[in-house]
T-cell receptor, first 116, second 115 residues
Framework: NAGVTQTPKFRVLKTGQSMTLLCAQD?????MYWYRQDPGMGLRLIHY???????AKGEVPDGYNVSRLKKQNFLLGLESAAPSQTSVYFC???????????????FGPGTRLTVL | GQNIDQPTEMTATEGAIVQINCTYQ??????LFWYQQHAGEAPTFLSY??LDGLEEKGRFSSFLSRSKGYSYLLLKELQMKDSASYLC????????????????WGLGTSLAVNP
């Protein structure tokens, strides 16, 4: 049981390049999330998914797209990378998003992205 | 607005007790989480409170007062490995369909444990 995994762990891009970050979970969780974490800004939600085939915008969605074609995978795409997207990206998953302990979010190890 | 306040930094001595406070102002409340995050690593779940009172889990305890919008994380018998950032997060009720309830995150409290 690996929990939540992310690939790649590190990546350096040039401005304008595109890339896809992959998140996979083996806990059969319905909900999946993409966050970015920047110094002084805390964790900010980019996009999330409430189930296979569904996605929704978080608080900072501009410049990113996502897809959830399979329940266990959640992809984050950067269409044209900008230096402002230099950050640490975390994927998380939860069984639900309600009011119980079962709705705890579990995080992947993160992807450290630098855009030059 | 929605806001979570935590001290930015704290310092404590190995073997001591430290209390990390979190105050929140949110439009709804459906539980409060504490996470631990070591430098360069992912946040890991520590505790969850949805009712008033104290939840104890080994060396860590978490307290909640919903009427005061206040929680604290208590760490006992501090060890060097407890040096980390501690994140407070409140589950609000989001405006979107499906009753998805958002997590509102604090900026974290960086705890340094000295020998």
């Amino acid at each position: 049981n690996a929990g939540v995994t992310q690939t790649p762990k590190f990546r350096v891009l040039k401005t304008g390049q595109s890339m896809t970050l992959l998140c996979a979970q083996d806990m059969n969780h319905e909900y999946m999330y993409w966050y970015r974490q920047d110094p002084g800004m805390g964790l900010r939600l980019i996009h999330y998914s409430v189930g296979e085939g569904t996605t929704a915008k978080g608080e900072v969605p501009d410049g990113y797209n996502v897809s959830r074609l399979k329940k266990q995978n959640f992809l984050l795409g950067l269409e044209s990378a900008a230096p402002s997207q230099t950050s640490v990206y975390f994927c998380a998953s939860s069984e639900h998003a309600g009011t119980s302990l079962a709705d705890t979010q579990y995080f992947g190890p993160g992807t450290r992205l630098t855009v030059l | 607005g929605q806001n979570i306040d935590q001290p930015t930094e704290m310092t404590a001595t190995e073997g001591a007790i430290v209390q990390i406070n979190c105050t929140y102002q949110t439009s709804g409340f459906n539980g409060l989480f504490w996470y631990q995050q070591h430098a360069g690593e992912a946040p890991t779940f520590l505790s969850y409170n949805v009712l008033d009172g104290l939840e104890e889990k080994g060396r860590f305890s978490s307290f909640l007062s919903r009427s005061k919008g206040y929680s604290y994380l208590l760490l006992k018998e501090l060890q060097m490995k407890d040096s980390a950032s501690y994140l407070c997060a409140v589950r609000d009720k989001g405006p979107d369909a499906g009753n998805n309830r958002k997590l509102i995150w604090g900026l974290g409290t960086s705890l340094a444990v000295n020998p």
